[in-house]
């Protein structure tokens, strides 16, 4: 098989599965849609005046009834879902265009495509839309306020990642990397468009923001073992009976996004912002819907393989494969069984092994400053070694002149 057929071939089976993947959560989207429907009690009680933290289910921080009650108020329960079904898929395609404007712009075409399917098919995707979660809308918005910024609209950024921390376990480490990029109008208006939504939903139930605080940490407590990648998951899973604070892992990873923001500030912008991605996922609890935080993990580690040569090139390419295939693959059916355990345990050793790709990545970059200063030292070597040779022709010149003249004479 020639290699046209062969990409031929490779995006047939993509595009089945990303049809499959998008069929399946779509009729689960409109049939169930199970954590919508609890988005749906908990406005309900908001709009009633009553504290919707009374549910244990609540673990959104209190500036999201004001987020959530004018997407799902206004609906009936079959055009609840369908609205919240075509915001998601709304969210997913722009999702796919913000990734090729950020890492794949120069990409070939049927790289773009293949990226773009393999993100739909992916099972956090799928999953997320079926059960009507807040999952890609909250991605979309980090990586729109990225590009908002680097366009040098910072309030617009602001407002975008103010939205987005309505899920802050999905955003608060990209607020690093905005911080080392001295964003502050985005950081402050993020932070004020928060407190306001806040304020606004403690006067409408005449709670004080200091409780409804205490009550969502409280509920978001019961719920922090209950990740896939995170080490407070993996702990509780490898070793049930040691008692290790949560809060305390989460500090630790979290200080080692700010040492890693601090020591690569001067590489890749784009790899920084996959490394804040990946510290989304695994500095806290994330049920699979949220691991569409590793899409831009994912795409780096493809961009990294486009840009190296050989071996090397070819090693990337076949782990980023790797990490496709166990991230799209449907377990559900595994759960429980030796499978399930295998492919578990496969996804979580490919993430901390993209992880260390990222690192390895940004390490072998030379910093911008040394680059910089070589491609200076290259100029002022060419600008030497010009000089002499204009200095030559032009004593050649002269003398060849005045032979000239002293013949004409």
Not at 83 to 108: I, M, Q, T
Not at 232 to 241: N, R, T
Request: net charge positive; aromatic share 10%; with cysteine.
């Amino acid at each position: 098989m020639d290699r046209r057929r062969l990409i031929a071939f490779g995006l047939f089976v993509l595009l089945a599965l990303a049809a499959l993947s998008l069929a399946w959560g779509s009729y689960q989207a409109i049939r169930k849609s199970d954590d919508l429907r609890l988005r749906v009690f908990e406005v309900a009680a908001f709009v009633r005046g009553e504290d919707p933290y009374n549910r244990p289910d609540m673990s959104y921080p209190p500036a999201a009834p004001f987020v959530f009650t004018p997407l799902i108020a206004p609906f009936q329960p079959l055009a609840l879902r369908i609205f919240w079904l075509a915001l998601n898929l709304a969210a997913l395609a722009a999702l796919c265009r913000s990734v090729l404007v950020l890492w794949g712009a120069d990409w070939p075409r049927t790289l773009q495509i293949a990226v773009v399917l393999t993100i739909i098919a992916a099972k956090p995707t799928r999953l997320g839309i079926g059960l009507g979660q807040f999952h890609l809308i909250p991605t979309l918005l980090v990586l729109l306020a990225i590009e908002a910024a680097r366009s040098k609209r910072e309030i617009v950024a602001g407002f975008l990642l103010a939205i987005a921390l309505v899920k802050p376990t999905m955003v608060v480490p990209f607020l690093i990397y905005f911080a080392f990029k001295g964003l502050w109008r985005t950081i402050g208006t993020a932070v004020l468009t928060q407190l306001i939504a806040t304020f606004t939903v403690s006067l409408r139930l005449g709670i004080s923001p200091v409780r409804l605080m205490s009550e969502w940490v409280r509920n978001a407590r019961l719920q922090t073992s209950a990740g896939v990648i995170d080490p407070a998951s993996l702990v509780a899973k490898i070793a049930p009976d040691l008692n290790v604070s949560p809060f305390f892992l989460s500090a630790i990873v979290l200080s080692i996004a700010v040492w890693i923001c601090i020591r690569y500030r001067d590489r890749s912008e784009l790899g920084v912002i996959a490394v804040c991605s990946f510290i989304s996922c695994a500095f806290t609890y994330h049920r699979w819907y949220d691991l569409v935080l590793l899409v831009p993990c994912f795409v780096y580690a493809i961009d990294a393989a486009r840009r190296s040569v050989g071996a090397r090139a070819g090693a990337i390419a076949a782990f980023a494969f790797a990490f496709a295939t166990i991230w799209v693959l449907p377990n559900n059916a595994w759960d429980g069984t030796i499978a399930g355990r295998i492919h578990e345990w496969a996804l979580v050793a490919s993430c901390y092994l993209l992880f260390a790709l990222l690192i390895f990545e940004l390490e072998r970059e030379r910093p911008a400053g040394r680059r910089t200063l070589e491609l200076s030292a290259r100029s002022d070597r060419s600008d030497a070694a010009l000089t002499p040779n204009i200095g030559r022709d032009l004593s050649s010149s002269i003398k060849s002149e005045n032979a000239v003249v002293s013949a004409r004479s």
